[in-house]
C-alpha cells in the first residue's frame, strides 16, 4: 500500500474562511510555542526537553487549560499536527539534513492539518470543527474516508490536500534503462532521443514580478495600495510555480506511464554548488532538480519502477558514449559530442545514453574527482575471468550486462 494525495481548491463562504484562519492560526502558534521551548532548552544546554509530539503536547495541554483557554475553539488536529511537524525538523536538524527551524509568520504559507473524522463527497468535505465546504473540482477527489486533510493558503485561495491509502499501479514493463539528463538549453533530454523543451512562458510572467516588485519597493508600507500590490505579487510568484511544476508533472508522468523500461536513471546533481554559479543561478532554479527527483521517487513506487541516482562523479558528459573515453577538458560551451569516427551527438544526449548504461560498477569510477579513462581491455580480461573462475551466470551478467565496449 502506498500513500496519495489529491489536491484541488475549495470554495468556502465568510464563515469557513474566519474558521480557516484560526486553525491556521492556532497551527502557527503551536509551532512557534513548541520552537521556543526547544530553542530555549537547546541554547541553554540543558536538553531537558524530548523533542517528540507526544511529549510537547503534554506540556502543551496543561498550559492550554489556564494560559490558552482559545485553542480549544479549534479542532485538536491542528495543534498535534504542528507538533509532529516540529518534531520532525528538530530532527532533519540534527540529522544535519536541513537548517535549524524557523518561526512560522502570519501569512507566509498559512496551512493546518486535520485527522479523522474527514468524509469526502462528490463535490463536497466534511471537515471536524468546521463542517461541509464546497470543492471547486466535481469528482476528482475519491469519495471515500481519507487518512487525512491539509488545508493551505495561497495566493488568496484557500486548497485541501487529502491523503488515501492506495495500492500501486504497476504497468507492464521490459527489462532496460532509460537515461534521463536535466540541462539549461532543453528541460530534458531522454536517451531514445526525446526532448522536452524549457518552459518559454516563464519569462513573461517573471518580467510581470519585475514590474510589480518594482512598485512594491517605492510604495508607502502600511498603505492600503501596497497592500494590493503586496497581493498581486503573490498571486504572480503563485503562478510562476505553477507553471514549473506542471512541466515536471507532466515529464515524470510521460516517463513512468508510457515508457517500458523498468529502470529510470538520474543524475545525483549538485544544485547548491551548481547555484554559485550566478551567470546560470536562475536557470538552474528554474529546473527544480530536487522536485523533478522527489515527484519522479514516488511516482515510480506507484507504478512499480525502479529510480536509479547516478553517482555524482560519473562523468556522463564528458564519456563518449561510443568508445568510453572521458574527454577531460570538455567545457560547457562545447554542445557537441565528436566521436572517433567521424559523427556528432548532442550532449544532453550522449549524457542521457550514459546514464541509461549506467550500472552499479560504474559508481566511483571518478570517486577521487579525477576524469580516468576506461581501459576497454581491462574491462574484458575482467569479464573472462569472472566466466572462467566458475562464478555464476548472474554474476557473470550483471558485470558485463553493459559493458565499456557498448559505449
Same mark, same amino acid.
Given at each position: 500500500m502506498i500513500h496519495k494525495s489529491f489536491k484541488t481548491e475549495l470554495q468556502p463562504n465568510n464563515k469557513q474562511r474566519t474558521l480557516f484562519a484560526q486553525h491556521a492560526g492556532c497551527a502557527r502558534f503551536a509551532y512557534n510555542w513548541a520552537l521556543a521551548l526547544l530553542k530555549d532548552d537547546y541554547d541553554s544546554g540543558r536538553k531537558e526537553i524530548k523533542p517528540t509530539a507526544i511529549t510537547l503536547h503534554k506540556i502543551l495541554n496543561i498550559k492550554k487549560r489556564s494560559d490558552y483557554p482559545w485553542m480549544h475553539q479549534c479542532s485538536k488536529w491542528s495543534a498535534q499536527n504542528a507538533l509532529r511537524n516540529i518534531e520532525t525538523a528538530y530532527n532533519r536538524f540534527f540529522k544535519k539534513v536541513s537548517d535549524f527551524p524557523k518561526f512560522k509568520k502570519r501569512g507566509r504559507r498559512d496551512s493546518f492539518t486535520l485527522d479523522t473524522p474527514v468524509v469526502v463527497y462528490d463535490n463536497k468535505i466534511k471537515l471536524p470543527r468546521i463542517g461541509v465546504i464546497r470543492l471547486k473540482e466535481r469528482g476528482y477527489i475519491p469519495v471515500g474516508k481519507p487518512k487525512k486533510a491539509t488545508i493551505s493558503l495561497?495566493? @488568496?485561495?484557500?486548497? &485541501?490536500? &487529502?491523503?488515501?491509502? &492506495?495500492?500501486p499501479k504497476k504497468t507492464e514493463t521490459i527489462d532496460g534503462s532509460i537515461g534521463v539528463d536535466l540541462g539549461i538549453k532543453t528541460f530534458a533530454t531522454l536517451s531514445d532521443g526525446t526532448i522536452f523543451e524549457t518552459n518559454h512562458k516563464l519569462k513573461h510572467k517573471e518580467e510581470q514580478l519585475k514590474r510589480f516588485q518594482r512598485k512594491l519597493a517605492r510604495q508607502v508600507k502600511g498603505s492600503k495600495s501596497r497592500n494590493k500590490t503586496k497581493k498581486m &505579487? @503573490?498571486?504572480?510568484?503563485?503562478?510562476i510555480s505553477n507553471s514549473r511544476k506542471d512541466l515536471i508533472h507532466k515529464t515524470t508522468s510521460f516517463l513512468v506511464k508510457t515508457k517500458p523500461e523498468n529502470r529510470i536513471v538520474i543524475e545525483d546533481l549538485n544544485v547548491k554548488g551548481m547555484m554559485k554559479n550566478h551567470h546560470l543561478a536562475k536557470s538552474v532554479a528554474n529546473i527544480g532538480a530536487y522536485e523533478f527527483r522527489r515527484q519522479l521517487g514516488y511516482k515510480c513506487a506507484w507504478y512499480g519502477k525502479q529510480l536509479v541516482i547516478a553517482d555524482r562523479w560519473f562523468p556522463s558528459s564528458k564519456m563518449d558514449h561510443k568508445t568510453g573515453m572521458v574527454n577531460k577538458d570538455l567545457k560547457l560551451s562545447n554542445r557537441i559530442i565528436y566521436h572517433a569516427d567521424g559523427s556528432s551527438t548532442d550532449r544532453d544526449l550522449n549524457a542521457a545514453i550514459n546514464l541509461s548504461r549506467y550500472t552499479a560498477r560504474h559508481a566511483g569510477i571518478n570517486a577521487d574527482g579525477d576524469e580516468k579513462s576506461i581501459s576497454l581491455s581491462q574491462d574484458s580480461e575482467r569479464c573472462s575471468s569472472l566466466k572462467s573462475e566458475g562464478n555464476s551466470e548472474s554474476a557473470f551478467v550483471d558485470f558485463c550486462k553493459f559493458p565499456v565496449s557498448e559505449f
Amino acid at each position: 500500500m502506498i500513500h496519495k494525495s489529491f489536491k484541488t481548491e475549495l470554495q468556502p463562504n465568510n464563515k469557513q474562511r474566519t474558521l480557516f484562519a484560526q486553525h491556521a492560526g492556532c497551527a502557527r502558534f503551536a509551532y512557534n510555542w513548541a520552537l521556543a521551548l526547544l530553542k530555549d532548552d537547546y541554547d541553554s544546554g540543558r536538553k531537558e526537553i524530548k523533542p517528540t509530539a507526544i511529549t510537547l503536547h503534554k506540556i502543551l495541554n496543561i498550559k492550554k487549560r489556564s494560559d490558552y483557554p482559545w485553542m480549544h475553539q479549534c479542532s485538536k488536529w491542528s495543534a498535534q499536527n504542528a507538533l509532529r511537524n516540529i518534531e520532525t525538523a528538530y530532527n532533519r536538524f540534527f540529522k544535519k539534513v536541513s537548517d535549524f527551524p524557523k518561526f512560522k509568520k502570519r501569512g507566509r504559507r498559512d496551512s493546518f492539518t486535520l485527522d479523522t473524522p474527514v468524509v469526502v463527497y462528490d463535490n463536497k468535505i466534511k471537515l471536524p470543527r468546521i463542517g461541509v465546504i464546497r470543492l471547486k473540482e466535481r469528482g476528482y477527489i475519491p469519495v471515500g474516508k481519507p487518512k487525512k486533510a491539509t488545508i493551505s493558503l495561497r495566493a @488568496g485561495r484557500w486548497f &485541501v490536500s &487529502v491523503q488515501y491509502e &492506495v495500492e500501486p499501479k504497476k504497468t507492464e514493463t521490459i527489462d532496460g534503462s532509460i537515461g534521463v539528463d536535466l540541462g539549461i538549453k532543453t528541460f530534458a533530454t531522454l536517451s531514445d532521443g526525446t526532448i522536452f523543451e524549457t518552459n518559454h512562458k516563464l519569462k513573461h510572467k517573471e518580467e510581470q514580478l519585475k514590474r510589480f516588485q518594482r512598485k512594491l519597493a517605492r510604495q508607502v508600507k502600511g498603505s492600503k495600495s501596497r497592500n494590493k500590490t503586496k497581493k498581486m &505579487v @503573490g498571486i504572480v510568484h503563485y503562478h510562476i510555480s505553477n507553471s514549473r511544476k506542471d512541466l515536471i508533472h507532466k515529464t515524470t508522468s510521460f516517463l513512468v506511464k508510457t515508457k517500458p523500461e523498468n529502470r529510470i536513471v538520474i543524475e545525483d546533481l549538485n544544485v547548491k554548488g551548481m547555484m554559485k554559479n550566478h551567470h546560470l543561478a536562475k536557470s538552474v532554479a528554474n529546473i527544480g532538480a530536487y522536485e523533478f527527483r522527489r515527484q519522479l521517487g514516488y511516482k515510480c513506487a506507484w507504478y512499480g519502477k525502479q529510480l536509479v541516482i547516478a553517482d555524482r562523479w560519473f562523468p556522463s558528459s564528458k564519456m563518449d558514449h561510443k568508445t568510453g573515453m572521458v574527454n577531460k577538458d570538455l567545457k560547457l560551451s562545447n554542445r557537441i559530442i565528436y566521436h572517433a569516427d567521424g559523427s556528432s551527438t548532442d550532449r544532453d544526449l550522449n549524457a542521457a545514453i550514459n546514464l541509461s548504461r549506467y550500472t552499479a560498477r560504474h559508481a566511483g569510477i571518478n570517486a577521487d574527482g579525477d576524469e580516468k579513462s576506461i581501459s576497454l581491455s581491462q574491462d574484458s580480461e575482467r569479464c573472462s575471468s569472472l566466466k572462467s573462475e566458475g562464478n555464476s551466470e548472474s554474476a557473470f551478467v550483471d558485470f558485463c550486462k553493459f559493458p565499456v565496449s557498448e559505449f
